[in-house]
C-alpha cells in the first residue's frame, strides 16, 4: 500500500541508504523541572520509567546499555547493523558542558554506533551547547567509515502542547516561545529537529489541536511524534482525570485514528511523520483502553484509514505555500 504521508522510517533510508536502529540509553542526567532548578514536581504526567526499556537504566554504563540494547534489538530487527544512541530519560542537554561531551563521546565510541539523537526540554540548550553538538559533529570518528565518517546528531525536543495556558497547567515550567526559539537556534546550525506533541491534554479540545497544525508547520522541524495522552498511575495527572474527567478528551481507537488523519491533512508534507501514538507498558496504566495493541498495528490501521478517506498528509494545504 502506497505511504500517504511522509513515514520518518524511510529517512534514514533515504538519506544513508540503511536503516538506522535508535537504543534508548539512561545517561543519568536529571531534570531541572524536578530537581528544583525549575521545579521540583515534574510535569504532572511524568514517570519516565513509564517510557523506557528495560536495557536502558543508569545504574549501568552507556556502552553496557548500548551491548544490551544492540543485543535485544537483534532478535527482532535482523536487519539493522548500524545503531544511534538516544538519550532519551530526563532532559540530556540538562548538564556542565563537559559532562555532556564525555556522555555523547562515549556513546559515539561503540564500535556500531554512528550517531546520537538527544531528547530534550526547550529550556535545556543554549551556544555553548550547540557549539559542543557542532563541534562533535564535524569531527571524523576514529574508525568510522563513510558515510559515517562523522556522526548523526539529531536533537528532540519535548514540545508536547503550543498552548502556554496549558504548558502552565501541567507544570512544564517552561513556555512556548521557548521551544520556538530552541527549534529554531538548532535547526539555524544545520541540525534535524524533531519535536514531541501530546495529544489530549487536559483543556485542549480537538479544534485546538487541529489548530496546532498551522503552528507546528512554522516551525523548522524535521520531524514530529504524536502521543496519544496515558494517564500513568500515581501521577498528578491521573489524579486530576479522575477528579475532573470533564477536562479531558477521551478517543475510542477509531475516533483517535481520523483525529490523526485530520493532523496530517493539515501538516506540510515534507515534515516526517516519526509517531503517531505511544506505547506504555500495561503495568503503569490502569486500563488500556485501546487493548493491547501495538504501535505497528495502530500504523497499518492508519494506512488504511487514509486510504479510505482518500487523503493523505498536507492535503487541506495550498501547494502554492511549498513553493
Ligand atoms: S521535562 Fe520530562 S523528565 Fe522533566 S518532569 Fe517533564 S516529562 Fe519529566
Known sequence: MEKRYNSYTGYFKEKYGERLQKLVIDAGFTCPNRDGTVGTGGCSYCDNAAFHPGYSTSGKGILQQLDEGIAFHQVRYRRASHYLAYFQSYSNTYGPVERLREAYIEALSHPQVVGIVIGTRPDCIDEAKLDLLEELRDTPMPGKDEPFR??????????????????????????????????????????????????????????????????????????????????????????????????????????????????????????????????????????????????????????????SRDTRQGALLSPSIFV
Open 150 to 307: 562523522t556522526p548523526v546528531i539529531q536533537i528532540e525536543y519535548g514540545i508536547e502542547s503550543c498552548y502556554d495556558s496549558t504548558l502552565e497547567h501541567i507544570g512544564r515550567g517552561h513556555g512556548f516561545e521557548c521551544a520556538r526559539r530552541a527549534v529554531e537556534n538548532t535547526a539555524a546550525r544545520g541540525f534535524d529537529v524533531g519535536a514531541h506533541f501530546i495529544l489530549g491534554l487536559p483543556g485542549e479540545t480537538r479544534q485546538m489541536l487541529l489548530e496546532e497544525c498551522p503552528i507546528i508547520n512554522s516551525l523548522p522541524l524535521n520531524s514530529v511524534k504524536f502521543h496519544q495522552l496515558q494517564l500513568v498511575k500515581g501521577t498528578r495527572m491521573e489524579k486530576e482525570a479522575r477528579e475532573h474527567p470533564e477536562r479531558f478528551l477521551e478517543w475510542t481507537l477509531d475516533e483517535y485514528l481520523d483525529l490523526v488523519v485530520d493532523i496530517l491533512e493539515r501538516l506540510r508534507p515534507d515534515l516526517y511523520i516519526e509517531r503517531v501514538a505511544g506505547e506504555v507498558p500495561p503495568r503503569f496504566v490502569e486500563s488500556t483502553r485501546w487493548g493491547l495493541i501495538r504501535n505497528f498495528q495502530i500504523l497499518h490501521l492508519l494506512d488504511e484509514r487514509l486510504e
